[in-house]
């Protein structure tokens, strides 16, 4: 009985342990079934809570004013309304797991689990793809307000330095203030546009003012020197050349064929335009304007220059031209009295025609100067085009003058070549004279033949010259060479006269010397006796040389002096 009892509470016993076993295990199935779930909606609920709506909204706002871009944000919503409807269909799926682990179909949850997560895990990726493409327009707006900051940061530096140097900037301070004015316009209508999701416009804006910004800062390094250039620079060189042109007015140069006035009214008109433009702190352009008008302006008084400068040498050429002419008349006259004169005597060639044509050129030249003095005097007329007609009257003045320089030399060198021979046959004469008294006069005991047929030869020249001179026409090379051919031969004879003469007349004076000394010195008296001997016999050098050795064995120091003191 007892035994009996054992088993029924054994039994009993591990009947409870079975129930507790069995509804611990359950519990804890569905505890770890429940983790699981949780696990699940924490997944859904990262996905599900990504602001895709917002953010698609945002980006079709910023696409609107691109039709490519608004294409694709459009196929990125089409994603996204796809994306909804599958977590959606999550969200059905995970209340159908709630209802299976509340009526303990724990095998249905835990299929109905793993076709969850294969769900999320495909919207995970779905709702990352489309947010990653959102992502995008996001950093856009962040990069704009970023660029914003930057330029606000500039506007305040920019803002600081135009009120700093409000001074400097004179004339053009307003105008950059407007300036300033419109880029705070611009940052205020920039904010609106960010806000209102329009960053195609706020963009704009942003771009706008930092065009703005660099255009005042450019602007303001500029001003300083372009407000000096249209202010002072360019109206000084206005006036000067204001002035000059008056002055070249007043002395009657014509200059309206350079259209000055014209010109310099357009300088005006432009700078005065520049000006207003500074005014309103616009630069763009004017540097290269002020720079072509100081071109323009220099170019203009090089021209005026020129134009006073060409009346001037104008002037000055005509009346060269004409003082020139008095010459060439002058000349003219002499080569047309010399050809009728002399063209017969020295077979001149016929100069009738050249002298008729050159009266001729003296008469057009004289109209011509006087037209060029008319046009000179009217202010009608170029003064570089009437510097051109005097320069060419002057030309073929010149050239006339050439021609009848080269007649003229030609023919003074006819004339001169007469004159010259008729000199030099004169003075060939009175030399012939003058060497036969000599050898009259001394008397020397013995003559060369070869002297005598010198003196022969010298008259023969002579002779001959004077036949050549005679002629009709003259033959003034054949003179001219015959004459240099005889005062060559003839002075040479007379230097070789002279030279024998004196050492005659030396000897002589040598022996009259030594004869005080021949009754004393026998030797001495030999030697001049041989001195005599020679001297008769023309061997003057000889005898000359036998004289001076004897005497200077008395006196070594000084005989030739003792010889001319006796003489």
């Not at 021209?303 to 020139?324: G, I």
């Not at 022996?511 to 009754?519: A, E, H, L, M, P």
């Amino acid at each position: 009985m007892k035994t009996e009892y054992l088993l029924i509470s054994a039994g009993v016993l591990l009947t409870i342990t079975f129930i507790t076993i069995f509804f611990t295990a359950k519990k804890t199935r569905k505890k770890n079934l429940k983790k699981q779930l949780d696990d699940l909606y924490v997944r859904f609920n990262s996905v599900k809570t990504v602001p895709l709506a917002f953010k698609l909204n945002k980006a079709q706002t910023m696409a609107r004013r691109s039709e490519e871009m608004s294409a694709s944000v459009e196929s990125y919503y089409k994603k996204y309304e796809e994306t909804e409807k599958h977590i959606n269909e999550i969200q059905d799926m995970l209340n159908d797991v709630d209802d299976n682990l509340d009526t303990v179909k724990y095998k249905d949850a835990l299929s109905m689990m793993a076709d969850v997560s294969s769900h999320l895990s495909q919207c995970e990726n779905e709702v990352k793809n489309i947010d990653d493409y959102l992502e995008e327009f996001s950093k856009k707006e962040n990069i704009q307000r970023e660029y914003s900051s930057k330029l606000k940061e500039k506007y305040r530096v920019v803002k600081t330095t135009i009120n700093k140097n409000s001074q400097l900037l004179s004339i053009t301070f307003d105008g950059f203030q407007e300036k300033l004015k419109e880029c705070e316009e611009l940052f205020s209508s920039s904010e609106e546009m960010i806000y209102a999701n329009d960053y195609g416009q706020a963009q704009a804006d942003l771009e706008h003012i930092d065009d703005l910004l660099e255009e005042i800062k450019a602007s303001a390094n500029a001003v300083p020197k372009l407000v000096k250039d249209t202010k002072g620079v360019l109206p000084l060189m206005l006036d000067e050349t204001k002035r000059e042109l008056a002055l070249t007015k007043q002395r009657g140069v014509y200059i309206d064929h350079l259209e000055i006035d014209k010109k310099l009214e357009q300088i005006e008109n432009d700078l005065n335009n520049d000006v207003k433009e500074l005014m309103a702190a616009r630069t763009e352009g004017i540097k290269a304007r002020v720079a072509q008008a100081k071109d323009i302006i220099n170019g203009l008084n090089e021209q005026l220059t020129d134009e006073n400068k060409a009346f001037r040498l104008a002037s000055e050429t005509n009346d060269r031209a004409l003082e020139h002419l008095g010459d060439m008349e002058k000349v003219e006259n002499y080569v047309r009295v010399a050809y009728d004169k002399d063209s017969a005597r020295f077979g001149l060639e016929d100069l009738r025609e050249l002298l008729k044509q050159m009266r001729e050129n003296i008469e057009r030249y004289r109209k011509d100067y006087e037209t060029i003095n008319g046009d000179l005097a009217s202010a009608m007329k170029p003064a570089s085009e009437i510097l051109e007609d005097a320069e060419q009257l002057e030309q073929q003045i010149e050239a006339d003058m050439k021609t009848l320089y080269s007649y003229k030399s030609t023919i003074d060198k006819s004339t001169d070549g007469e004159d010259r021979a008729s000199t030099q046959l004169t003075k060939l004469q009175l030399v012939v004279s003058e060497v036969e008294t000599k050898l009259a006069e001394y008397a020397l005991p013995s003559i060369d033949d070869s002297y005598k047929n010198d003196l022969k030869k010298s008259r023969d020249y002579i002779e001959q010259i004077r036949g050549l001179i005679s002629q009709i026409p003259i033959n003034i090379s054949e003179l001219n060479a015959k004459l240099d051919e005889a005062i060559d031969f003839v002075y040479k004879f007379y230097n070789n006269i002279n030279n024998v003469v004196g050492m005659g007349i030396m000897v002589e004076n040598a022996i009259v010397f030594g004869n005080k000394y021949r009754s004393t010195y026998p030797e001495i008296d030999r030697e001049l006796s041989k001195a005599e001997f020679q001297y008769l016999n023309g061997e003057y050098t000889k005898a000359l040389k036998t004289a001076i050795s004897c005497m200077e064995t008395l006196f070594p120091e000084n005989a030739d002096e003792k010889i001319m003191e006796n003489a």
